[in-house]
């Protein structure tokens, strides 16, 4: 893609966000958390049935629209802006993303078309207990008996994990990293919601014991992880940039109709400094997020440069923007009834999950020679 | 599609083919390394910039009736791309940048034939004499004073802050015609000629120790009326007058050139194994991170007025960011130096001639010149996030 949305993707811009902001706006959001719910299956229907988000990147053989990570980016933006709970991030942006990079025919015709349209739920277990993002840290083991793989070990942190109806996990085997497909129903599995501080997006733990699974993809997975990896991190950016425009736009609608001292107060430089260097974080971020999906279409290093270049960015971006939000708000930001926070939950969550910036800024520095 | 004809073009050249033109170009006419000497310097480069204006390479944006290139946009930004590639020197004076575009807009036909294509060859320098010691920000305010006398303005007043002052044979300036009451809508755009009885430039020496600007005395200078660009009392509106595209264009320029900047300084770190340093890294990536998002900007700011005509909330914004990244950027070199990082050129233990601490002290200028970081924050929320005006500021 352009560094600049073409008129189609515009238009699919315009779609998701007049759907989600009548179907799912910012309060749906607090409601579901509230209750613990994972989403609202009204929406996840007819985000598949009507507006064929699940089928986005899916490619045509399999039941998908084919799409990029660009046209992934431009609706994950808009469902960061209204917080929107559901296994969309989980199921699309994680695992159908790994389905595809695995290359594997079979496990692509089993389960993408499920996913496409929208009766499959799914997500990608990776970290353990530590929650780093990372493929060389793992743990789990994969044992083959026969025909089949058997699961041991324990998968912490797992998006939407405690309700996905297939899970892939990240585990070791004599030759090297696998990837390996887990149904819900499949003995020896045992899930829970993590107690965390988004309850936007739940977190699961994922225990395996013997627990048979499917192998995706064949030899060593940490290559083509990587590229999963990328485009996580691109989703993830995306994701951000739009929670960080919400916030803008909130405090900049506030900072208009609040009076003190017989002005709005978005008449005093404080306020509008703080507005400004907002708009410098979101417009950055989302040169940053756009430029990740236009690159991590192709696996390589150019990708991983640009995908760790958006995570750091915008994960620091989201999480600076969410916090003056809530002091424009001042003691009203600080309420519960508040939406301020529930951006300032989700940011700080998305800043650490998949990697915190000074990681990125880490794994840069090694990619780019410094 | 209308076939361009004249300099050198082919009818059908390609993007590439244009891109391999101004390649063997400027290989064939790259002058080398400026000398160090400004007055060596400023022959040097008049005569690099005649080199680029005799063989149709200058003014990418401009109307070719001016000597310029009269490119479309998306080969505009080629031509920066490669300008940065090849390391020349760029304009010279503020002129090209800030008044050319007011005078290509409101200037008469006959203005415009005597001043665009000498700017544009480098044969006269222009400098802006906008600031006054007493309304910097607060530009609405000036005081320097054109009285009409018969065909001519007298000009009384003083200029400061003047960039390329000393070298500067043209001034383009904001006088008051109006009274002082009427603020903005009292000013009108003169054209002074610098080397004119009663024009005193002063040079002014900097913090750099250098001098980068001069200020500008004027006592009694007389201006012929013909010189004014304008109406009278009008001159506020051409002083608003945006470069808008052709920055966006250039924009690239910016992005190359601090990517050459943070790969060298990288190298500098590596030299002295500094990059074991995890806080060091830390810092170098996310310079890294900032330049690569500069070029984003621009490619993104490039892609919208192509595909929409209008460069969008980035462009608002990517000044911002390469100001604050320039100042952080040196100051982090000085500070991974350590003292010898303090070392100014004449000392035979300065690493690179001590350009790390000179651009600390120059790009502390990057906040104030051209409106400072708080009054382009103001501009920015009230006219991109149209937040309300501050009532204890005047109309604007
Ligand atoms: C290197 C350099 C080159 C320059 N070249 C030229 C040139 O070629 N021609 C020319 O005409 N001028 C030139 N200038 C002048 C420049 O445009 C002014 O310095 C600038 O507009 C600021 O004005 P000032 O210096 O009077 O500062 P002031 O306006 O006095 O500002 C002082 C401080 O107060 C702050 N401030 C002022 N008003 C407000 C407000 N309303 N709200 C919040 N904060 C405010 C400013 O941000 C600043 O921090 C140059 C300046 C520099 C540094």
Known sequence: ?370 | MPVQQGLGETAVETDEEFRARLRAFFADHHPGRPPRDPAERLVWTKAWLATLFDHGYAGPAWPRAHGGMELPFARQVIYHEEFAAARVPGPLGTGLNIAAPTIITYGSDEQQRRWLAPMLRGDVVWAQGYSEPGAGSDLPSLRTTAKRSGDEYVVNGQKVWTSHGQSADILFALVRTGTQESRQKGISYLVIDAHAPGVDIRPLQDLTGGHLFAEVFLDDVRVPVADRIGEENGGWKLARTSLGHERAAGSMNQAALYRRVLTELEELARERGLLADALVRDRLADFEIRVRIMRYNAQRIIADILLRGEPGAASSVSRLLIAEFEQDLHEFAVDMLGPQGLLGKGSPLAVQRSRWLQGFLRTRASTIGTGTREIQLNTVAEQVLGLPYDPSMPPR
């Open chain 1, 1 to 370: 893609m352009s560094a600049s949305p073409s008129e189609e993707q515009e238009q699919l811009r315009r779609l998701v966000h007049d759907f989600l902001q009548d179907r799912s706006p910012v309060a749906d959001a607090r409601r579901l958390a509230e209750s613990g719910a994972d989403g609202d299956r009204a929406v996840w229907t007819q985000m598949a049935e009507q507006l064929r988000l699940q089928a986005l990147v899916v490619p045509e053989e399999h039941g998908g629209d084919g799409y990029g990570p660009a046209e992934l980016g431009i609706v994950l933006e808009q469902m960061g802006g209204v917080l929107l709970v559901s296994p969309y991030f989980a199921t699309v942006a994680m695992a159908a993303q790994t389905l595809i990079a695995s290359g594997d025919e079979t496990a692509m015709r089993r389960w993408l078309p499920g996913i496409a349209d929208g009766a499959t739920t799914a997500t990608l277990a990776l970290a353990e207990d530590s929650g780093a993002w990372d493929a060389g840290l793992v743990r789990t083991q994969a044992r083959s008996s026969g025909d089949a793989w058997l699961l041991t070990g324990s998968k912490s942190f797992v998006v939407h994990g405690h309700t996905a109806d297939l899970v892939l996990v990240v585990a070791r085997t004599p030759d090297g990293v696998g990837v390996f497909a887990v149904e819900a129903d499949a003995p020896g599995l045992t899930r829970a919601p993590m107690d965390v501080l988004d309850p936007t997006r739940p977190l699961a733990t994922v225990q395996l014991d013997e627990t048979p699974a499917t192998r995706v993809g064949t030899g060593d997975a940490s290559g083509w992880l990587a590229s999963v990896t990328d485009l996580v991190l691109a989703a993830s950016a995306a994701e951000q940039v739009g929670g960080a425009a919400a916030c803008l736009a909130m405090a900049v609608d506030y900072a208009k109709v609040r009076e003190q001292f017989g002005r709005p107060i978005g008449s005093f430089q404080a306020i509008k400094h703080k507005c400004s260097t907002m708009l410098l974080q979101v417009e950055c971020g989302r040169s940053a997020a756009y430029a990740a999906g236009a690159a991590v279409a192709t696996p390589g290093p150019e990708a991983s440069t640009a995908a760790a270049v958006a995570k750091a960015y915008c994960s620091q971006a989201f999480t600076h923007v969410a916090k003056e939000c809530l002091q424009i708000h001042g003691g009203v930001g600080f309420t519960w009834e508040h939406d301020a926070h529930l951006y300032l939950r989700r940011a700080k969550s998305s800043e650490l999950l998949f990697g915190s910036p000074a990681s990125h800024r880490a794994r840069l520095a090694e990619l780019v020679g410094i």
